[in-house]
């Protein structure tokens, strides 16, 4: 079983660029969602993918968007990028939505810089 | 914005005495989450307690809980090198790990 991956590791932008970043799922999993984490922040929920809809989205303009495709992987696109955007960007997966508590995975992450 | 706050901000202490790191939130939830965080990446989830617990036990590690004040613990005994790390305190208001809000971390720092 593997875990959740993201690529790439470390990512340099220049501001008003456009950056994927993208995240695979744990084996058998069907959710993905992505966090934000901002330099001694908490992580902030930017939104959440469940079988390729969109399910859930925090407080992050619409230059934020995202996908999931047939095999559960994930990609986080950012338009426009603006110097707030350096952050570590974090993937988790977990499996489902029905009931209950489902642990989410995190993946390492990866960090952007925007000069 | 941040579900809350963690108390401390950073916490320094020897290899074997106790570790204990407050979670404040602010409003009604289903479970409350504890992750640690090694410098800077990944987030390894620790322990959940549901709203219904009052303490739960996993190791070295005690997380207690108190809806009425709105707030967790985390304690963390006879405390190693190893555990030096940033903890978090995460929400969960639907009870389905939908959309975790975490608080802003503890920095723990365990020296020899």
């Known amino acids: 079983e593997t875990g959740v991956t993201q690529s790439p590791t470390h990512l340099i932008k220049t501001r008003g660029q456009q950056v994927t970043l993208r995240c695979s799922s744990q084996?058998?999993?069907?959710?993905v969602s992505w966090y934000q984490q901002a330099l001694g922040q908490g992580p902030q929920f930017i939104f959440q993918?469940?079988?390729?809809?969109?399910?859930g989205r925090g407080n992050f303009p619409p230059r934020f968007s995202g996908l999931q495709f047939p095999n559960y992987s994930s990609e986080l696109n950012v338009n426009a990028l603006e110097l707030d955007d350096s952050a570590l960007y974090l993937c988790a997966s977990s499996l489902g939505l029905a009931g209950g508590f489902r642990e989410q995975f995190f993946g390492p992450g990866t960090r952007l810089t925007v000069l | 914005s941040q579900q809350g706050e963690e108390d401390p901000q950073a916490l320094s202490i020897q290899e074997g005495e106790n570790a204990t790191m407050n979670c404040s939130y602010k409003?009604?939830?289903?479970?409350l989450q504890w992750y640690r965080q090694n410098s800077g990446r990944g987030l390894v989830h620790l322990i959940l307690i549901r709203s219904n617990e009052r303490e739960k036990h996993s190791g070295r590690l005690r997380v207690t809980l108190d809806t009425s004040k709105k707030s967790s613990s985390l304690l963390i005994t006879a405390s190693r090198a190893a555990d030096t790390a940033s903890y978090f305190c995460?929400?969960?208001?639907?009870?389905?790990?939908?959309?975790?809000?975490f608080g802003t971390g503890t920095r723990l720092q365990v020296t020899l």
């Open positions: 409003t009604s939830i289903n479970n």
């Open positions: 084996s058998g999993h069907n959710t």
């Open positions: 995460a929400t969960d208001y639907t009870g389905t790990a939908s959309k975790l809000t």
């Open positions: 993918y469940y079988r390729e809809e969109e399910n």
